[in-house]
């Protein structure tokens, strides 16, 4: 007979595991999925969301209805968010000032898009050496990295 598995065993502080990291999200839709996996595992996550629109601010996936209801709030369970216009200087003033303070930043803008923000890793990073940057993009490097890539546009690839 096997002996028996040993259980898994809560730290002995009973602190999860990624406790006392923070993580900067900047992402819309299903790339969030690692941020809130990164969440659900103990680390502080704050979702940077746009304005929006008049009435509707921040994600606009927090006001779909019908088949992608619960879609935000599967997506970003366990997060902290706030509303920065990183169009602006004030609102990049705010990234940057976040970001001094982190472990960790993911985003998933289309190539080069926050680098001419100076939201891109050597900016980010000069100013935080120790940074971890996540850039999480639908297609490599090669024909197809500015294409849009939905998961329903990479699944029918």
Same mark, same amino acid.
């Not at 994600?59 to 879609?71: C, E, H, K, Q």
């Given at each position: 007979m096997p002996a028996e598995a040993e259980p898994v065993r809560p730290s002995p502080s009973g602190a999860a595991p990624l406790a006392g990291v923070r993580v900067i999200e900047v992402s819309l839709l299903g790339p969030g999925a690692v941020g809130t996996h990164l969440a659900d595992? $103990?680390?502080e996550v704050i979702k940077v969301e746009p304005p929006g629109k008049p009435g509707k601010p921040g *994600?606009?996936?927090?006001?779909?209805? @019908?088949?992608?209801? $619960?879609?935000f709030a599967a997506f970003n369970r366990n997060k902290k968010s706030v509303i920065l216009d990183i169009e602006t200087d004030a609102g990049l003033a705010g990234a940057r000032q976040l970001v001094a303070g982190a472990d960790v930043f993911i985003e998933n803008f289309r190539p080069g898009g926050l680098d001419a923000k100076g939201l891109g890793y050597q900016a980010l990073s000069a $100013? @935080?050496?120790r940074l971890i940057y996540c850039s999480l993009k639908g297609f490599l490097p090669g024909p197809y990295e500015n294409r849009t890539?939905? *998961?329903?546009?990479?699944? +029918? +690839?």
């Open positions: 595992l $103990g680390a *994600d606009p996936t927090r006001y779909l209805t @019908n088949s992608g209801a $619960g879609f $100013g @935080n050496p890539a939905l *998961d329903e546009v990479v699944q +029918m +690839m």
